[in-house]
């Protein structure tokens, strides 16, 4: 079964249990994948739905964000509850420790030298890391490092 039936049968779960949360999230979770199925013009791979939920949960950091400058602790409570159901589909993200071992890595591999060279740094630290960091981070990591931090 893909991502995209598991979610339709967790729905159908949701419904018959009246777990309201689970079912506007996982409805709001297959609005999005449906809109990228008609974008892409055929049906998603499970990669392809990943990237969707990928997107999904980097909005509602975003919200989180935004919400907090805001002072709205109701809409943060909100987003942060979206954003945790979302994740538990995602794959298990990289440690801290991990991403800036694999960081250090590549500036040593290009050999970059200042806050200069991050362009040349963040190509293949993203190659590298596929999926499994958010590129906001990454960045945030790569940019200590080459400050010398």
């Known amino acids: 079964m893909g991502m995209t039936e ?3 049968a967790e729905l159908t779960e949701a419904v018959r249990a009246r777990d309201s949360f689970r079912r506007d999230t996982l409805r709001l979770i297959i609005a999005a994948v449906d809109n990228a199925r008609i974008a ?15 997107r999904e949960a980097r909005q509602r ?10 002072n709205r602790p109701d809409l943060v409570a909100q987003e942060q509850a979206e954003l945790e159901f979302i994740e538990q589909y995602l794959p298990a ?6 991403l800036r ?11 970059a030298s ?3 060279d991050i362009g040349k740094v963040m190509g293949p630290l993203l190659k590298r890391l596929g ?14 490092i080459l400050a010398g931090r």
């Open 131 to 144: 999926d499994r960091a958010d590129g906001r981070r990454a960045n945030e990591v790569v940019r200590e």
């Open 61 to 70: 950091r975003d919200s989180i964000e935004e919400y907090q400058r805001g």
């Open 6 to 8: 598991t979610f339709r």
């Open 114 to 116: 200042g806050p200069g």
């Open 93 to 98: 993200a990289l440690s801290d420790d991990e």
């Open 40 to 54: 892409a013009q055929h049906e998603l791979t499970d990669e392809e739905v990943l990237r969707v939920l990928r």
């Open 101 to 111: 071992t694999a960081a250090a890595a590549v500036v040593a591999e290009v050999q």
